[in-house]
């Protein structure tokens, strides 16, 4: 079964900028990672990020629209489809997409503002209940 990691951020900590740094850790570690979003303006939004987020490096990254280039280690979608072979899904959407069965390591990201961590704590719930492995990480800042 997959492992779930919950990150906890600090009031005020972005959840986009931080999923964009997860992605980046995760890749550098020779990951593939697919970034779930909501919608295909949040997908953009993420693109966007993946940028401009730091200004020394670069995430080797495109939206997934079906198909993807075998150099193409980040995907960004919004829908069921998903690269295979992809071993870590960043998961921004407010429910628990039914396949991330398909992936060795689930992020979930709790922060924001109280609206969001109910999200979260709903979404934790569900995993608790179908017996997943999880891992809490509280993030205080980010430097």
């Known amino acids: 079964m997959s492992r779930v990691d919950f990150y906890i951020l600090s009031d005020g900590t972005s959840i986009d900028r931080f999923a964009c740094n997860i992605a980046a850790k995760a890749w550098?570690?020779?990951n593939r990672v697919h970034i779930h979003t909501q919608s295909e303006q949040m997908a953009e939004n993420i693109d966007s990020l993946?940028?401009?987020?730091?200004?020394?490096?670069?995430?080797?990254?495109?939206?997934?629209?079906g198909e993807v280039s075998?150099?193409?280690l980040v995907t960004i979608g919004f829908?069921?489809?998903y690269p295979e072979s992809t071993q870590v899904i960043i998961n921004l959407d407010?429910?628990?997409?039914?396949?991330?069965?398909?992936?060795?390591?689930?992020?979930?990201?709790?922060?924001?503002n109280e609206s969001t961590k109910q999200l979260a704590r709903q979404r934790y719930r569900k995993?608790?209940?179908d017996n997943y492995e999880i891992h809490d990480h509280k993030i205080d800042n980010l430097k």
């Open 79 to 81: 829908s069921e489809q």
């Open 127 to 129: 995993y608790k209940d």
């Open 70 to 72: 075998q150099e193409t």
């Open 28 to 30: 550098s570690k020779g």
């Open 94 to 112: 407010n429910d628990i997409p039914d396949f991330v069965n398909n992936f060795d390591r689930i992020i979930e990201i709790a922060g924001g």
């Open 50 to 65: 993946l940028w401009t987020y730091r200004d020394i490096s670069f995430v080797p990254h495109e939206i997934f629209f």
